[in-house]
């Protein structure tokens, strides 16, 4: 049963950075393109950024790109999200997910396991 466990969340304000980490457990980590996504209150969840399983190839949401750099350590068994120049509108909780797909899926009936969430409150 594999398990996705998100950390680094937090409050922040506008203009700043958090690095987001994502450890997995169960299955071969490398075997598993990864993704982040993240859902605001009254919102459907949305594609923020996903990474192959070798690392080498991203992908993002254009409304991250620039901003956020996804990266992974399969040494680690673990995905990251680096995000800076925060904005208020970057507010949510969000989760990571594991597919089955190659290449860098960005919808969310693409992924088959998901983290619990953390929380990104950014202030103005």
């Known amino acids: 049963q594999a398990q996705l466990v998100e950390s680094g969340g937090g409050l922040v304000q506008a203009g700043g950075s958090l690095r987001l980490s994502c450890a997995a457990s169960?299955?071969?980590?490398?075997?598993?393109?990864m993704g982040w996504f993240r859902q605001a209150p009254g919102k459907e969840r949305e594609f923020v950024a996903a990474?192959?399983?070798?690392?080498?190839?991203?992908y993002y949401a254009l409304s991250v790109k620039g901003r956020c750099t996804i990266s992974r350590d399969n040494s680690k068994n673990t995905v990251f999200l680096e995000m800076n120049s925060l904005k208020p509108e970057d507010t949510a909780v969000y989760y990571c997910?594991?597919?089955?797909?190659?290449?860098?899926?960005?919808?969310?009936?693409?992924?088959?396991?998901w983290g619990q969430g953390t929380q990104v409150t950014v202030s103005s």
């Open positions: 990474i192959t399983r070798s690392g080498i190839t991203t």
């Open positions: 997910a594991r597919t089955v797909y190659g290449g860098t899926p960005s919808r969310a009936m693409e992924y088959d396991y």
């Open positions: 169960g299955g071969t980590f490398s075997t598993y393109a």
